[in-house]
C-alpha cells in the first residue's frame, strides 16, 4: 500500500508525537508513506473564515502537488484531513469552481486523487491483521476513543458516524485494550478557541474530561493533534483552575498501536506528553 | 435585547447575499432550536444560533453582523450534521464572519481576539508558507499586551522538542503569495 503523506504544520512542532508513530506504525504494517513534496498549509480555521475562494485556494496547491505524484493522499490531522477532503470534494463537483482555483494557484487539479484519514488507511490494513501483528496486547486500558469534530463532520467528508463513530474502538480492541461507551465522544473541544478566549475552551476541556472520568476510562485516544494538545496540556489547567484531579493521558491511536506492536517507545514519542503516560502504560507491562 | 422595528430594518439584499454565498436556503429554518440545543459554546454566546438563523430570514444586517457569535462558533459543525431542514447553519456562520471582516466591521467583545489570531495566522502561511507557530504566539500575545502568556507551556514544549524557533519553508513560497494576492483581487471583483 502506497500513500501521498501530508503531515501538516503541527506535526512538525507541537503535534510530533502523532507524526513519528503515524510513521513508524505504517512502516511496521507495510504501508509506504511518501511526503507530499513542497507541501504548504491546508488554511485550516483560519482560512475559511476569511474567505471561502482561500479556503479552497490553499488546499487545492496541496492536491495539485499530490497529484503530480499519481497517489492518493492521507493526512493524520483532523483538519488537514477535514480542508484537503473538502476542497477536493467541492473541486470535482463544480469544474467551474476548479477551473477558477487553479487559475489562482498555477497548478492544475483534475481532481484524480482521493483524500483518505489516517484511520482509513490503516483500518484498511484489516483488523485481523492488525491483530496479528500485536506482542503486548493493550490489557489494562481502558479507552474513551475521542474523535472531535473535523473528522466526522460535515457530511461530506465524514470517515464514520457523526454522534456515535466506532473506527477507533476497532483498532483499539483489535490491539487488545478496552474501550468504554461515553457521550461525549464527538463533542468540540474548542481548540480553535483555546488560543484567542481560553476561558470559554476551558469549559468545554472541562466537560469532555468529566464525562470521560465519569465512564470509567483511564485513558483517552485521539486522531487530531489540536484535540490532543488543548486535552494534554489543558488538562492541568482546568484542574488548577477548577479544583478537579483528572488523570487522563491523551494517546494518539498510532501511539498506542505502536505499543501494542512492541515498538520501540522512543519512536513513538511517549515521553513528551504533558500528562505523564508512564502511570497507566505500566498496566500494559 | 434592544427593541427592533422590523419594518424599518428588513434589508432584502442582505437575506439575499448571505443566501448564495452561504449556497444555504436560509428559508427553511423553522426554529426548532436544535442547532442551539446541541452548540457546544452556546454557553458563551450573547445571539443563539437560531437566533442568529432568524435574524438573517428577517434581514436584520446591522445586528447579525455585530454579534460575537458569529467570530465564537468554533466550526464544529454539530448544527449542520443536526439541522431537520438541512441547512448548513456552520456554513452560514462563516458567511457572516467572512460578510462582517469583508465590510471592515470590527469585532466586538470576545470576537476580537479571534479575529486577531486568524489575521497572524493567515500572515504566518503567507509570509513561511506553513504556519511557524512560535512566532505567531509571539505576536499574538504582543498585540493582545500579554507578553508572557503560556511562556512555562512554551519552555516546556521548547525542552521536549515539540517547540521549534525556525520554520521549515516551501520552495513554492511564491506561488503561495501568489495565491493570497490572486485571491483578494478576485474578491475584489465581485
Known amino acids: 500500500m502506497k500513500f501521498a503523506y501530508y503531515p501538516g504544520c503541527s506535526l512538525e512542532t507541537s503535534g510530533k508525537e502523532y507524526d513519528l508513530s503515524t510513521r513508524a506504525v505504517s512502516k511496521h504494517l507495510g504501508i509506504e508513506l511518501t511526503e507530499v513534496p513542497d507541501w504548504s498549509c491546508c488554511g485550516a480555521t483560519a482560512g475559511h473564515s476569511t474567505s471561502h475562494l482561500l479556503a479552497l485556494a490553499l488546499p487545492a496547491r496541496n492536491l495539485a502537488l499530490t497529484e503530480e505524484t499519481g497517489l492518493d493522499v492521507t493526512a493524520p490531522c483532523a483538519a488537514c484531513y477535514q480542508r484537503l477532503a473538502l476542497a477536493c470534494h467541492e473541486l470535482k463537483q463544480n469544474p467551474q469552481l476548479r477551473e477558477k482555483v487553479n487559475?489562482?494557484?498555477?497548478?492544475?487539479?483534475?481532481?484524480?486523487?482521493k483524500v483518505i484519514s489516517i484511520l482509513e488507511v490503516i483500518s484498511s490494513v484489516g483488523l485481523e491483521q492488525i491483530r496479528a501483528q500485536v506482542v503486548k496486547p493493550l490489557k489494562g486500558l481502558k479507552i474513551a476513543a475521542y474523535y472531535g469534530c473535523l473528522l466526522v463532520r460535515p457530511r461530506a467528508i465524514q470517515i464514520d458516524d457523526p454522534e456515535n463513530p466506532q473506527i477507533i474502538e476497532q483498532i483499539m480492541q483489535a490491539a487488545g485494550a478496552d474501550t468504554v461507551d461515553w457521550s461525549h465522544k464527538t463533542e468540540c473541544c474548542g481548540a480553535s478557541l483555546a488560543v484567542s478566549n481560553e476561558e470559554v475552551a476551558i469549559p468545554m476541556v472541562s466537560r469532555i474530561l468529566k464525562a470521560a472520568a465519569l465512564s470509567g476510562a483511564n485513558c483517552l485516544v485521539c486522531a487530531c493533534p489540536l484535540c490532543h494538545f488543548n486535552l494534554d496540556m489543558r488538562q492541568l489547567k482546568v484542574n488548577r483552575l477548577r479544583g478537579t484531579n483528572y488523570y487522563l493521558p491523551v494517546f494518539y491511536f498510532t501511539q498506542l498501536l505502536g505499543v501494542a506492536m512492541g515498538l520501540n517507545p522512543q519512536d513513538l514519542s511517549l515521553h513528551t506528553h504533558f500528562v505523564d503516560t508512564g502511570q497507566v502504560l505500566k498496566l500494559v507491562g | 435585547m434592544e427593541t427592533i422595528r422590523l419594518n424599518e430594518s428588513e434589508d432584502r439584499d442582505f437575506i439575499e447575499r448571505v443566501s448564495r454565498e452561504s449556497g444555504q436556503a436560509v428559508e427553511n429554518?423553522?426554529?426548532?432550536?436544535?442547532?442551539?440545543?446541541?452548540c457546544p459554546v452556546a454557553f458563551a454566546y450573547d445571539l443563539m444560533p437560531h437566533q442568529v438563523m432568524r435574524m438573517v430570514q428577517m434581514g436584520l444586517k446591522e445586528e447579525v453582523l455585530r454579534c460575537q457569535s458569529i467570530w465564537l462558533c468554533a466550526s464544529c459543525v454539530t448544527c449542520t450534521a443536526r439541522c431537520p431542514r438541512n441547512i448548513d447553519v456552520a456554513m452560514v456562520m462563516d458567511t457572516l464572519r467572512i460578510m462582517a471582516r469583508r465590510k471592515g466591521m470590527i469585532p466586538p467583545g470576545r470576537g476580537r481576539n479571534v479575529a486577531l489570531f486568524n489575521n497572524n495566522f493567515l500572515r504566518?502561511?503567507?509570509?513561511?508558507?506553513?504556519?511557524?507557530?512560535?512566532a505567531t504566539m509571539a505576536m499574538f500575545n504582543l498585540k493582545t499586551g500579554q507578553p508572557f502568556r503560556e511562556a512555562d507551556t512554551g519552555l516546556t514544549m521548547l525542552r521536549r522538542g515539540k517547540l521549534k524557533l525556525s520554520v521549515t519553508k516551501p520552495r513554492g513560497l511564491e506561488e503561495i503569495n501568489r495565491i493570497f494576492e490572486k485571491v483578494r483581487q478576485a474578491e475584489k471583483e465581485v
Open chain 2, 124 to 134: 504566518s502561511i503567507q509570509k513561511y508558507g506553513r504556519l511557524f507557530e512560535f
Open chain 2, 29 to 38: 429554518c423553522y426554529q426548532c432550536g436544535k442547532c442551539t440545543a446541541g
Open chain 1, 103 to 113: 487559475e489562482i494557484t498555477g497548478r492544475p487539479f483534475h481532481g484524480k486523487i
